[in-house]
């Protein structure tokens, strides 16, 4: 498996654009999440999935984001309009499952998308 | 106060040193992860526990319920092992959101 794949890698954009993340989770995975790391902040969870449907999206920051997840295999987050307080890298996870008696509850990170808001 | 802290924030060290890397929390909870990001930024997951002590190479993680405490240890550090470690914990009542620490770097020198 080729692990969690996002897209794109890298995104600078000017204020005010729309910007859409990507992210394919791993095959069979059944949880998806989506985070943002700051220098500020550190790591933070926006919101996540099961089966495709948002179980918590406390973390999403305010509007102008949005997260979708319309099968099994593919998850965006847009933000819009963009702001230059949303630079950042923006990670998504996927795993099997969150009982705590599982061994499979292991979170698998994508690489990653750096987003510059200029 | 942040319901996860982890000490120390920097820590720097010699080739073959045994490390220890803390994290302290606040709240009830199902499990704790302990992730490492590497210098380029990407994140890979290393243990997650809930109770007792994991071990996989020359890393060992444990963890006190009791004491609301776990730790990561390294053995016989390398510098490859410099990076990132973050401990997350994922509460008894809030599903399966991570709250994260803020991190320890690591730097060990040849």
């Known amino acids: 498996d080729a692990g969690v794949i996002q897209s794109p890698r890298h995104e600078v954009t000017e204020m005010g654009q729309e910007v859409t993340l990507r992210c394919k989770p791993i095959?069979?995975?059944?949880?998806l999440f989506w985070y943002r790391q700051t220098m500020m902040r550190g790591l933070e969870l926006l919101i996540y999935?099961?089966?495709?449907?948002?179980?918590?999206d406390s973390g999403m920051p305010e509007d102008r984001f949005s997260a979708k997840m319309p099968n099994a295999s593919f998850s965006t987050l847009k933000i819009q309009p963009s702001e230059p307080r949303d630079s950042a890298v923006y990670f998504c996870?996927?795993?099997?499952?969150?009982?705590?008696?599982?061994?499979?509850?292991?979170?698998?990170f994508g690489p990653g998308t750096r987003l510059t808001v200029l | 106060k942040n319901e996860v802290e982890q000490s120390p924030q920097n820590l720097t060290a010699q080739e073959g040193e045994f490390i220890t890397i803390n994290c302290s929390y606040s709240?009830?909870?199902?499990?704790l992860h302990w992730l490492q990001q590497h210098p380029g930024g990407g994140i890979v997951s290393l243990f997650m526990?809930?109770?007792g002590k994991k071990k996989h190479g020359r890393l060992i993680a444990t963890i006190n319920i009791q004491e609301k405490h776990s730790s990561l240890h390294i053995t016989a550090s390398h510098p490859r092992d410099s990076a990132v470690y973050i401990c997350?914990?994922?509460?008894?009542?809030?599903?399966?959101?991570?709250?994260f620490g803020e991190g320890t770097q690591l730097t060990v020198n040849p």
């Open positions: 996870a996927s795993s099997t499952g969150t009982s705590a008696r599982s061994s499979y509850n292991e979170q698998f």
């Open positions: 095959s069979g995975h059944d949880y």
């Open positions: 999935f099961n089966n495709n449907v948002p179980i918590d």
């Open positions: 709240v009830g909870i199902s499990a």
């Open positions: 526990l809930s109770s």
């Open positions: 997350a914990v994922r509460s008894a009542t809030s599903g399966s959101r991570l709250t």
